[in-house]
């Protein structure tokens, strides 16, 4: 994790919300976002996410770079469209995200929120691999950004080894079906954004943020 100043890079507003998740309050509580603030020029997008913790209120600020222009242009719930590794969480954060939307299908009665559920974990899975060089089997060093995920990484090796994330995604229905399975509740979301547009003239895309649907 870079030192508390230093925006996050991340390549969407869905990585912002992952970086949240495994970074919850001291006290252990998750964040909800309060607000954010916009700064951009020629070179990149700052976004600085204020959240307040759902167990003890304490508030935070979360600074985010992005670099690219203009918002998310694929579909909503897309993590990375590239093929280079996130710089927000590492490879033991990606397979805990994973684990987790796994982990919760048999909990969801809702089959578009199994699909989502299952869309996010393929996704963390994919963020995962992409840390691997192309003669890695074990994560390599730059894969691994604290003591605890070298320690986590060293005690469950079968878990981080590339052939099992391998065979989870082949387990996985195909990104599209998955995508398609979602479009369904997505057009609902967009008819919100548009909705929330009206309401409030000259708001941008990442203000909509919190309107990410979650459950
Ligand atoms: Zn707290």
Redesign the pocket.
């Known amino acids: 994790m870079p030192p508390a100043d230093d925006p996050v890079h991340v390549h969407g507003v869905q990585e912002e919300y992952f970086y949240l998740m495994v970074h919850?309050?001291?006290?252990?509580?998750a964040w909800q976002s309060d607000s954010q603030e916009v700064e951009e020029d020629a070179a990149r997008v700052l976004h600085r996410v204020a959240a307040t913790?759902?167990?003890?209120?304490?508030r935070r600020t979360f600074p985010f770079q992005l670099d690219t222009h203009g918002g998310p242009k694929g579909p909503i719930r897309q993590v990375n469209p590239t093929a280079a590794p996130s710089r927000a969480l590492d490879v033991v954060e990606w397979m805990g995200l994973a684990k987790f939307y796994l982990g919760r299908i048999e909990q969801l009665t809702e089959s578009v929120r199994r699909a989502q559920s299952l869309l996010d974990a393929r996704q963390c899975l994919e963020e995962a691999l992409k840390f691997y060089g192309p003669q890695d089997d074990a994560p390599p060093a730059s894969a691994l950004w604290s003591d605890e995920s070298r320690r986590r990484a060293a005690d469950q090796a079968d878990t981080f080894r590339r052939s099992t994330i391998e065979t989870m995604l082949d387990r996985l229905p195909p990104l599209d079906r998955l995508r398609r399975a979602d479009s369904l509740d997505q057009k609902a979301f967009e008819r919100g954004v548009k909705e929330r547009a009206k309401a409030r003239v000259g708001r941008k895309w990442w203000q909509f943020w919190k309107l990410l649907r979650r459950t």
């Open positions: 919850p309050c001291v006290c252990g509580g913790c759902f167990t003890c209120g304490a």
